[in-house]
């Protein structure tokens, strides 16, 4: 990805003692959690879809195979619809969720493909990514429309979390008609911080642009980034077993480096629906055999005498069907790195992740004014509380972090406390 002014990321800054700031959720809505497994190995299940049927009103589980959903009386009639790679889909209605007291623990049955499910393909997997690029106009909305959409940066020093941030934002994107995403936008509606920094901590780390990730990360939508005519080819393909993502058949093809470039690349997977010729899900990993490219990606600023050690960075995008479209569903980012200080004998590990899960869409809206636009340049960490209203929250969903939200803000407030005495 060659624009790497649209990725990134992190500004390291030193920091002194900041309040902690926390809203209050109000409970309008039923509140409908639970855990997904694995069946067989009992292993929670992370990035699982969960929607309700028959309505663009979803969420997917955080790292633990945790989720938790706000619904009104009327959407949940509807039931919940569980869906994930290579696993049979599960739906619980209305009933078996009230059965549960609203607390569902989901097992899911990794799905084993029967050979007469299998579609031979004849051409070579550079041939499938290139006819399914060809498709896009087809395939996706050729209308505007805009997301209301739940977002989320996490920061966590080793396992602790140190910040966590959230909005409720409006995305706006353009027709696939053509593949630009100059016209699209990300305006924030609602925000809340629930954990500042620690008052023992040294470093903060910040997120640049976050919420703007989602619209460079369309990679079906933005013909800069990995499905460029240029970019494919500083990569191989090659095809894998395939897989099912609720319940339909999909080309899996590997992406790997060809060349090394002055800008780092990427390996992953993308998966292609085998009916439709469709992108359904995008899973990447950034090359990390050129450390300095790495780093030219993800760090914005740093303190002097502080050492960067990139780890690892992976982004996942998903799409969605709808009748005859396919539509963005949701974006992850997640970057690892170590910082330590020179003459100092250990490091601490960082991980920043962002989410932005698509709730509800409007087709043919308003376009989004550029004055209330989301720059990329902006930092969400210190926008968000401006937009503070906790009222507003009882309405919407939220993803959980690997910690839960309350036990880290009490653990918190009781060490602030101590603190204080």
């Excluded at 009386?73 to 209305?94: I, M």
């Excluded at 505007?144 to 934002?169: C, D, G, P, W």
């Excluded at 970019?231 to 095809?239: A, I, P, Q, V």
Aim: proline letters at 4%; hydrophobic letters at 40%.
């Amino acid at each position: 990805m060659k624009r790497a002014g649209l990725l990134i990321v992190c500004m390291l800054l030193l920091s002194g003692p900041l309040a902690m700031a926390q809203t209050t959720i109000s409970s309008a809505r039923r509140v409908v959690s639970g855990v997904v497994y694995d069946r067989e190995s009992n292993a929670e299940l992370p990035h699982v879809a969960v929607a309700v049927v028959g309505t663009n009103i979803g969420t997917v589980t955080n790292a633990d195979g945790e989720f938790t959903l706000k619904l009104s009386d009327e959407e949940l009639t509807h039931g919940l619809k569980f869906s994930c790679v290579g696993y049979t889909n599960v739906q619980f209605s209305s009933e078996a969720i009230a059965a549960y007291q609203h607390r569902l623990k989901v097992q899911m049955a990794p799905r084993s493909l029967m050979m007469g499910e299998v579609t031979i393909y004849g051409g070579t997997p550079r041939e499938l990514v290139m006819q399914a690029i060809e498709k896009i106009p087809e395939n996706y909305s050729d209308i505007e429309n805009l997301y209301t959409t739940f977002y989320r940066e996490t920061v966590q020093k080793r396992r602790q979390h140190i910040a966590v941030s959230e909005a409720v934002m409006d995305l706006y994107k353009s027709p696939y008609t053509t593949r630009s995403i100059a016209r699209d936008k990300v305006r924030l509606r609602k925000g809340r911080r629930l954990i500042n920094h620690q008052v023992s901590d040294t470093l903060a780390v910040k997120i640049v642009g976050g919420p703007s990730l989602a619209l460079a990360l369309d990679v079906v939508k933005n013909d800069e980034e990995l499905l460029s005519y240029d970019e494919m080819e500083h990569y191989d393909f090659t095809m894998e077993a395939p897989v099912m993502l609720d319940n339909r058949m999909q080309h899996v093809i590997r992406v790997t480096p060809r060349v090394q470039l002055n800008y780092a690349l990427f390996h992953g997977l993308i998966h292609i629906d085998q009916e439709r010729g469709s992108f359904s899900r995008v899973e990447l990993e950034l090359d990390m055999s050129n450390p300095a490219a790495a780093s030219a990606l993800l760090l914005h600023r740093k303190p002097a005498g502080l050492r960067f050690k990139p780890q690892g960075v992976s982004f996942l995008i998903g799409y969605r069907q709808q009748g005859e479209k396919s539509y963005l569903n949701y974006v992850r980012s997640e970057f690892r790195f170590k910082c330590d200080w020179r003459r100092r004998l250990f490091s601490s590990t960082y991980t920043a992740l962002s989410e932005m899960v698509m709730v509800d869409r409007e087709e043919n809206p308003e376009i989004i004014r550029n004055r209330e636009r989301f720059r990329s340049d902006q930092i969400f960490y210190d926008e968000v509380d401006a937009y503070a209203d906790p009222d507003y929250w009882q309405d919407y969903n939220i993803l959980e972090p690997t910690e839960s939200l309350e036990n880290a803000v009490d653990r918190l407030r009781k060490r602030n406390a101590r603190a204080r005495e």
